[in-house]
């Protein structure tokens, strides 16, 4: 009788364990910690600051993003971080973003989040800036750690008059 | 020992019912499922086929895409489908699609694919089209099938002159 209780206790800790390791019992955790990443990265966007913003992304190679703004691609995340800077150096005083139409997917490692972004500010020159972006980013989970592996950000282009459409509202 | 043998079984059974459903092991065939899907797509793309097109996509509200031509957001496959059939009306004969750099994630019910695609074709005027579009497109398995959920396409801003840079190349 105790070999036996002793048997199913054990089965029961190993259907628990493998239980754990399925994508539907972390996802709430998941997803409260890339929300928590999203919002670092807001703040530090907000506040122009470069190790802020980058410390939500992962290191080296593992990044890829397309930006607004040339090149097509950003391999790896020293490229990104000029491409932060020379951004935040355009600016006078904080920025300011505000999100609409927000959509998160988890599932397992891999998790997408894409939205609106309007973001607010003020040129060096003192003429005020005020953009409607596409955002869209993917967070893998890295040696236990949410990190955004790939940025896409965009504006759409006038095809008619080879414009970037910069005044577009949701 | 026939019921703890019983007993010991149950466990195993139920152990291997955890593991099938672990991300992991299921990530080949889902990879395999995706590759499909785009090869589905460019196909379908080529032969400017919009059903083709179409049937890669989640129907109804599941599906939102952010393109290269305005609005910013297309919301449902409706949008969409006549966003396909509008660029494709501009073509005379088929369109080619080559992929460089591409990126494939998956993880459980979610998948990410991005990568530089290069379009070449002929405009109803008869002049040559060709052109490098970012294009990161989400997956999720819905009811069991791969379905694209999340298209994000475009061409990166030029700041200064305001125009949409058409013309850059990898």
Redesign the interface.
């Known amino acids: 009788m105790g070999?036996?209780l002793l048997?199913?206790c054990?089965?029961g800790l190993?259907?628990s364990g493998?239980?754990k390791?399925?994508?539907k019992d972390r996802s709430a955790e998941s997803v409260q910690q890339i929300r928590q990443l999203l919002d670092q990265w807001a703040k530090a966007f907000e506040a122009k600051d470069v190790d802020g913003v980058m410390a939500v992304y992962a290191p080296g190679a593992a990044l890829?993003a397309?930006?607004?703004?040339?090149?097509?691609?950003y391999k790896g995340a020293n490229s990104y971080r000029k491409d932060y800077a020379d951004f935040f150096a355009q600016f006078n005083g904080p920025l300011h973003v505000q999100i609409a139409?927000d959509?998160l997917?988890?599932?397992?490692?891999?998790?997408?989040d894409?939205s609106?972004e309007h973001i607010t500010g003020t040129m060096k020159d003192g003429k005020p800036a005020d953009l409607?972006l596409?955002a869209?980013s993917?967070f893998?989970r890295i040696a236990g750690k949410w990190l955004d592996?790939?940025d896409?950000i965009?504006?759409?282009?006038?095809?008619t008059t080879?414009?970037?459409?910069?005044d577009?509202?949701?």
């Open positions: 070999a036996k048997t199913i054990a089965a190993l259907v493998c239980l390791e399925k994508p890829t397309y930006d607004i703004v040339p090149p097509l691609q139409d959509h997917e988890v599932s397992g490692d891999l998790a997408v894409y609106l409607w596409r869209t993917v893998k592996i790939h896409h965009s504006v759409p282009a006038d095809m080879g414009k970037a459409r910069l577009l509202k949701p």
